[in-house]
């Protein structure tokens, strides 16, 4: 058993060490110096290894952890981004062959170069890769990503639906996005505790500065707001010395805090030497005996945050304070008429109940379509067909029962589950569109449709069925009894 798994299980509170691989000699040699400590402040210590996380240039986690001289507790990463199915079942075999047996899924950031538009890349989204990998390893300890750190309903309602999504297919840990606003740790804690069977809560955390502030610029999903930076540079101002001492002082009450809070560990972000390893450590040593609750932890936190002559941090954009059970929304009457309209069609073209229904099952699943040249005519006309009125590529797999017609093609990343973690206050993480799926979470709400959001685990697309038609497949699969909606129309996912 994994010594992570073993500290979860003993409900003990466990440290991840976040490590980017890159092909470094001497990041690997650091990283080997802070692994040898096994503990911070007791508590025991395990490196997670990102996956494409910048630079194509990148180790993979696996050839990083190969790198290491001696073996260290590990939890590899596993981005979906550019990726198919058999990426995944390959890399399972290849941590088979070494020995590991715990993985963090995600769907990943938007790929470098990936432009909508130009050349589709493929993400292998978090909730079906959570699903083929619970399936093909029953036992190993799966985690996935939660991002609270949301500001307006629709983004992160659809985030905490998502969510759920996750625990059905399987997640045993979640470790939240990269965030400072300790009313949204709380959040999401509490949300975890109303589930029927909760699931332990990381928090991925890092030492605050100025310059770290500007490189968060370019990381999707992190917040990091107006009033944030002006204490920031305040501190910058004064020393470089001075702003360190503060950011470490600051992470250690956020450690000291989710601890308080109920959290199962911490994932460290931003700690690239041995030096910044022990002033952490030595300011959490410091600090931890003057807390025993939230209550007398609360006023070191917030004054952690304040700097003589500047305004009071706040952690929410500008504007935009939503907290979860909070609900205004209301799609437009245009959004409901449209659901309304194409929800009518669906059910008399492809219920198999309706006469036309029967008729047109009957006529797409002719032997003439099995030919190369009918295939192809009958893509086409799909295509033709379907592309106005939802945007639809092709996917060969139709998931449009199951995403209240909003195709997930319209997606940069494809995602038919939910969102990524990326989104900010609606909008897309590629900056051109909103969210998908924040339409489609209003819409579900408005049309008292949310168990959609929450209960239809959607499998990946598998590639080889790109670019045909979904029509044969649709009534084939079903032809010796109906299957439920969301698997009707893809294979069962299998290893």
Same mark, same amino acid.
């Given at each position: 058993m994994s010594l992570l798994k073993t500290t979860l299980d003993a409900n003990a509170f466990a440290c991840i060490l976040e490590f980017v691989p890159k092909p470094c000699a001497e990041r690997l040699a650091t990283l080997e110096a802070l692994m040898a400590r096994t503990r911070l402040c007791g508590w025991p210590l395990t490196v997670a290894i990102g996956d494409r996380v910048g630079s194509a240039l990148d180790l993979s986690p696996l050839d990083a952890f190969t790198s290491l001289k001696q073996p260290v507790p590990v939890l590899l990463h596993f981005s979906g981004k550019d990726r198919e199915r058999r990426d995944l079942l390959a890399q399972l075999q290849r941590m088979d062959a070494a020995g590991l047996d715990q993985l963090l899924l995600l769907t990943g950031d938007r790929l470098p170069g990936h432009t909508p538009g130009e050349r589709p890349v493929r993400y292998l989204e978090s909730v079906a890769a959570l699903q083929?990998?619970?399936?093909?390893?029953?036992?190993? &300890?799966?985690?996935?990503?939660?991002?609270?750190?949301?500001?307006?309903?629709?983004?992160?309602?659809?985030?905490?639906? +998502?969510?759920?999504?996750?625990? /059905? #297919?399987?997640?045993?840990?979640?470790?939240?996005?990269?965030?400072?606003?300790?009313?949204?740790?709380?959040? @999401?804690?509490?949300?975890?505790q109303r589930q029927p069977r909760p699931k332990p809560l990381m928090a991925c955390i890092m030492a605050l500065t100025a310059g770290r502030a500007a490189m968060l610029d370019h990381v999707a999903g992190v917040t990091v707001t107006p009033s944030?930076? @002006?204490?920031?540079?305040?501190?910058?101002?004064?020393? +470089?010395?001075? $702003?360190?001492?503060? @950011? *470490?002082?600051?992470?250690a009450l956020q450690v000291i805090g989710l601890k308080l809070m109920g959290y199962a560990g911490v994932h460290l972000s931003g700690i690239h030497d041995v030096a910044q390893f022990e002033a952490l450590e030595q300011a959490i040593d410091d600090l931890q005996g003057q807390f025993t609750s939230l209550a007398d932890?609360?006023?070191?936190?917030? $004054?952690?945050?304040?700097?003589?002559?500047? #305004?009071?941090? *706040?952690?929410?954009?500008?504007?935009? $304070?939503?907290?979860?059970?909070?609900?205004?929304?209301?799609?437009? /009457?245009?959004?409901? #008429?449209?659901?309304? &309209?194409?929800?009518?069609?669906?059910?008399?073209?492809?219920?198999? /109940?309706? *006469?036309?229904? +029967?008729?047109?099952?009957? @006529?797409?699943?002719r032997p003439l379509w099995a030919n190369p040249t009918g295939a192809r005519w009958l893509h086409q006309l799909e295509r033709r067909i379907k592309r106005p009125l939802v945007g639809c590529d092709t996917c060969g797999s139709c998931r449009l029962q199951d995403t209240l017609y909003t195709c997930p093609e319209t997606c940069p990343k494809g995602l038919a589950n939910g969102p990524c973690g990326g989104t900010n206050l609606d909008r897309c993480e590629f900056g051109d569109r909103e969210c998908v799926h924040s339409a489609k979470y209003r819409? $579900?709400?408005?049309?008292?449709?949310?168990?959609? &959001? /929450?209960?239809?685990?959607i499998p990946c697309v598998q590639v080889e069925n790109r670019q045909r038609s979904s029509w044969p497949v649709w009534f084939e699969v079903t032809a010796t009894g109906p299957l439920p909606s969301h698997t009707a129309a893809t294979p069962e996912l299998n290893d």
């Amino acid at each position: 058993m994994s010594l992570l798994k073993t500290t979860l299980d003993a409900n003990a509170f466990a440290c991840i060490l976040e490590f980017v691989p890159k092909p470094c000699a001497e990041r690997l040699a650091t990283l080997e110096a802070l692994m040898a400590r096994t503990r911070l402040c007791g508590w025991p210590l395990t490196v997670a290894i990102g996956d494409r996380v910048g630079s194509a240039l990148d180790l993979s986690p696996l050839d990083a952890f190969t790198s290491l001289k001696q073996p260290v507790p590990v939890l590899l990463h596993f981005s979906g981004k550019d990726r198919e199915r058999r990426d995944l079942l390959a890399q399972l075999q290849r941590m088979d062959a070494a020995g590991l047996d715990q993985l963090l899924l995600l769907t990943g950031d938007r790929l470098p170069g990936h432009t909508p538009g130009e050349r589709p890349v493929r993400y292998l989204e978090s909730v079906a890769a959570l699903q083929l990998v619970r399936q093909a390893r029953p036992h190993w &300890l799966l985690a996935a990503a939660l991002n609270p750190f949301k500001y307006r309903e629709a983004e992160g309602g659809a985030q905490y639906s +998502k969510a759920q999504k996750k625990l /059905t #297919a399987g997640a045993d840990l979640f470790i939240l996005q990269l965030g400072f606003d300790i009313e949204k740790h709380q959040e @999401a804690y509490d949300w975890m505790q109303r589930q029927p069977r909760p699931k332990p809560l990381m928090a991925c955390i890092m030492a605050l500065t100025a310059g770290r502030a500007a490189m968060l610029d370019h990381v999707a999903g992190v917040t990091v707001t107006p009033s944030m930076r @002006a204490l920031l540079a305040a501190e910058a101002a004064v020393s +470089k010395q001075y $702003a360190q001492a503060r @950011a *470490t002082r600051r992470l250690a009450l956020q450690v000291i805090g989710l601890k308080l809070m109920g959290y199962a560990g911490v994932h460290l972000s931003g700690i690239h030497d041995v030096a910044q390893f022990e002033a952490l450590e030595q300011a959490i040593d410091d600090l931890q005996g003057q807390f025993t609750s939230l209550a007398d932890w609360t006023p070191a936190w917030q $004054a952690a945050w304040q700097q003589p002559d500047l #305004a009071p941090v *706040t952690f929410h954009p500008p504007g935009h $304070a939503w907290r979860l059970g909070q609900r205004h929304i209301e799609a437009s /009457t245009k959004e409901k #008429a449209r659901y309304h &309209l194409l929800s009518a069609m669906h059910h008399q073209l492809f219920s198999r /109940t309706t *006469t036309l229904s +029967k008729a047109f099952g009957w @006529a797409v699943t002719r032997p003439l379509w099995a030919n190369p040249t009918g295939a192809r005519w009958l893509h086409q006309l799909e295509r033709r067909i379907k592309r106005p009125l939802v945007g639809c590529d092709t996917c060969g797999s139709c998931r449009l029962q199951d995403t209240l017609y909003t195709c997930p093609e319209t997606c940069p990343k494809g995602l038919a589950n939910g969102p990524c973690g990326g989104t900010n206050l609606d909008r897309c993480e590629f900056g051109d569109r909103e969210c998908v799926h924040s339409a489609k979470y209003r819409l $579900a709400v408005s049309v008292g449709r949310t168990e959609v &959001l /929450t209960d239809r685990l959607i499998p990946c697309v598998q590639v080889e069925n790109r670019q045909r038609s979904s029509w044969p497949v649709w009534f084939e699969v079903t032809a010796t009894g109906p299957l439920p909606s969301h698997t009707a129309a893809t294979p069962e996912l299998n290893d």
